[in-house]
Structures are given as structure tokens and as C-alpha cells.
């Protein structure tokens, strides 16, 4: 099984992605390929609508190349799962995002969740995106941010992960989290970590949708043509 990551930043190195590479295929089956690759042009991260409106283009051509090229699968390695739904118009193969899994997720596990972010100014397009993804909004307890930006989150793991289990107590102590949904693919690997430390769930995007991915393309199953239609064919310059 061959597996497609594209990650909606631009201008990483290819050793920062070969070393996502790594950590995802620890994540995967045996037999499981992992490819990563980050978007050609548009923002570094993704932190705003603005930012996933410029990403689109080309998240939508390199999952469409991906599909040409014979993956079973397609991740869009980011929670705010921009430009899934115009993916899936155009492929016949699953597009995950793993910001909505996460979350249909967390409401299994627990009756209230709470969504951990990068930056204040993330928390109003965090909450929103719950009711944009047609998720039940009383099951969110709260969106909280850690004031770290995407670009900064994996420079020092330490100070991400405390300031993670910190904002990650207020969820549960001030707003009734049951379960925590980490927001931004750059925590990836904190997951487990935390939910040792705070005796409650913690999901983490970045394994969630390996599994999810991997499990769709295992059973054969994928988005429904009759909810994601083709788009009309027309002049597009």
C-alpha cells in the first residue's frame, strides 16, 4: 500500500521531510509506504483562511498527481484539512483530513472534547470549523491555543509538549474536556506522551490518519461520488 502525505507548507527542506517520513512510517503496517512531500508554492504554514485559500491550488494538483502516480491514498498533513473536499471532487482514491477524524474520534471516546491550537488568533477558525464540518457543536467543550506558532512547534519539543499538558489542564479542569484533539500536525508525536501524563486521550492527527488512511484503502472503500461530485466541466483560467 502506498501511502501520499502532502503537507500545505511551503519551503521545507527535503531533510525535514524525510524525517517525517520516518515518524509516520513508524506509525504504519508493515507493508505500508509513506511518501511525503510538501506543497511547490503558497504559505510556509497554515494559519489562517487566507493561508489555506493560497495552499488549495496546490494541495488539489499534487493529490491529483499522487493518484496518477498510483497511491492507494491521499493524507492532507494538516487539522484544518484545507482543500480536502475539492481533493476528493477529483480523486477516485481516499483524501483524509485528519483534523475532522480526530474529531469524529474524540466524540467516541469521550462526551466532551477540547481542541488544543497553535496561536490565539487560530481559536475563533478552530471553533468554527466544528460547526463547518457538520460535528455536533455541544460535544466542544473548548479551543484553547498554546501561543506557538506552526513554524515554531518543533524547534523545542520540551517547551511544546509543557506548554501542551499545561493548556491541555485548563481544558479539563475550567472547561470539562473529557478528551483532547491536538489541532496542529506539527505536535505529532506528543499524542502519547500527553495522554500518559494527563490520564485522558489525547489524539494526535498525524497516526489517526495513517490508520484511517490505511483502513479505507484496505477495505476499498473511499468518498462517495454522490457527495462529492465532479466538478462541472467549464473554461477555468
Not at 527535503?14 to 511525503?36: H, K, N, Y
Not at 491550488?57 to 491529483?64: F, G, K, L, R
Not at 476528493?88 to 472534547?113: N, Q
Not at 508525536?189 to 495522554?195: E, K, T
Request: proline share 7%; charged share 20%; with cysteine.
Amino acid at each position: 500500500m502506498r501511502i501520499k502525505v502532502i503537507i500545505p507548507n511551503s519551503g521545507m527542506s527535503r531533510e525535514t521531510l524525510i524525517q517525517r517520513e520516518e515518524m509516520l512510517s513508524a506509525f504504519a503496517s508493515p507493508g505500508t509506504d509513506i511518501s511525503v512531500d510538501c506543497i511547490a508554492g503558497g504559505p510556509e504554514s497554515i494559519e489562517s483562511a487566507y493561508d489555506e485559500v493560497l495552499a488549495g491550488p496546490y494541495v488539489v494538483e499534487q493529490a491529483a498527481a499522487a493518484e496518477r502516480a498510483g497511491f492507494d491514498a491521499v493524507i492532507v498533513y494538516c487539522g484544518s484539512d484545507p482543500a480536502v473536499s475539492a481533493a476528493r471532487e477529483l480523486l477516485h482514491i481516499p483524501v483524509i483530513g485528519p483534523g475532522k477524524i480526530s474529531k469524529l474520534i474524540a466524540m467516541d471516546l469521550s462526551f466532551h472534547y477540547s481542541v488544543i491550537t497553535v496561536l490565539d488568533s487560530c481559536v475563533g477558525r478552530d471553533t468554527e470549523a466544528v460547526w463547518e464540518k457538520g460535528l455536533p457543536t455541544e460535544k466542544l467543550a473548548s479551543v484553547r491555543s498554546i501561543g506557538i506558532p506552526v513554524s515554531q512547534v518543533r524547534d523545542d519539543m520540551e517547551r511544546t509538549f509543557q506548554a501542551l499538558c499545561d493548556t491541555a489542564r485548563q481544558c479539563i479542569e475550567e472547561d470539562g474536556a473529557q478528551c483532547i484533539v491536538l489541532s496542529c500536525l506539527g505536535m505529532a508525536g506528543m499524542g502519547a506522551r500527553m495522554s500518559e501524563a494527563l490520564q485522558i486521550p489525547v489524539l494526535d492527527p498525524a497516526p489517526i490518519a495513517v490508520k484511517y488512511a490505511e483502513m479505507l484503502a484496505g477495505l476499498r472503500l473511499c468518498h462517495s461520488p454522490a457527495a462529492y461530485l465532479p466538478p462541472p466541466k467549464k473554461a477555468r483560467i
